[in-house]
């Protein structure tokens, strides 16, 4: 269903490029937090309450995300969190953090998807708009994505944060990717699901913003996206 608010309509505007965020907006994890965090405590051999009850320790991971996300790698980041979770709970052992993310890593890369219908708008847009992608988040992590989903081929620049040293919502790294786009700020539209890091960090670049929103949360900030809607996919009646 859409939702969305739009200030003005965006087919109005001359628009020359779209740039999406990528987790959560045209990728998901078909397995929660909370899912992987039990199988991997099973099958690593330990406690399911090793970590407190999970559904509070999920939420806790993706707190510590943010905070530690300034990493080399995949397993480093995952590790580092999972050493987090086991030492605010009492047990500070780096050798079982490490052999629990690995299995962690194993199940969620496995349940990595597209959400439905998100490549033939991709391809369906690059008819009319250059298109970009910037995603924060380690190089190694989020390459393999980009890979696994086989997206590189569908954008014309990709901006992993990890590859550049900084990450959204610091409006350097919209702006570098837009150098790269050959387009102006206020002709270039960024769609991502965080309004934190998407819609304030795009919006201090001076681009317009589609907030994706599926669970329909309350905006934050009056008036900051230009748009919302609840699935990528409704970009059509927006930009097509």
């Known amino acids: 269903m859409l939702i969305n608010r739009v200030i003005q309509p965006l087919q109005d505007l001359r628009l020359s490029a779209v740039v999406f965020d990528l987790d959560g907006t045209l990728c998901h994890y078909a397995i929660s937090i909370e899912r992987a965090?039990?199988?991997?405590?099973?099958q690593v051999g330990v406690p399911p309450d090793l970590i407190g009850d999970l559904s509070l320790a999920a939420d806790?991971?993706?707190?510590?995300?943010?905070?530690?996300?300034?990493?080399?790698?995949?397993?480093?980041?995952?590790?580092?969190?999972?050493?987090?979770l086991l030492s605010e709970h009492g047990t500070n052992d780096p050798a079982l953090a490490r052999r629990i993310a690995q299995v962690y890593i194993a199940a969620r890369t496995k349940s990595l998807v597209l959400?439905?219908?998100?490549?033939?708008?991709?391809?369906?847009?690059r008819e009319k708009y250059s298109l970009g992608l910037l995603t924060n988040g380690p190089s190694e992590m989020?390459?393999?994505?980009?890979?696994?989903?086989?997206?590189?081929?569908?954008?014309?620049?990709?901006?992993?944060?990890?590859?550049?040293?900084?990450?959204?919502?610091?409006?350097?790294?919209?702006?570098?990717?837009?150098?790269?786009?050959?387009?102006a700020a206020g002709r270039a539209v960024y769609v991502g699901n965080s309004y934190e890091m998407d819609i304030i960090g795009a919006s201090e670049t001076g681009m317009l913003s589609v907030w994706v929103n599926p669970d329909g949360e309350e905006e934050p900030q009056d008036h900051v996206a230009d748009a919302i809607i609840t699935d990528v996919t409704e970009l059509r009646g927006l930009l097509l």
């Open 37 to 42: 965090m039990a199988d991997a405590l099973r």
């Open 142 to 183: 989020q390459w393999e994505k980009i890979d696994l989903l086989g997206l590189k081929g569908c954008f014309d620049t990709i901006t992993v944060s990890g590859d550049a040293g900084i990450h959204k919502p610091d409006t350097r790294v919209f702006s570098g990717l837009l150098e790269r786009l050959n387009t």
């Open 60 to 84: 806790r991971y993706y707190d510590l995300w943010y905070d530690l996300q300034d990493v080399d790698s995949t397993l480093s980041l995952r590790e580092r969190i999972w050493l987090s």
């Open 115 to 125: 959400f439905d219908g998100v490549l033939p708008l991709l391809s369906d847009l």
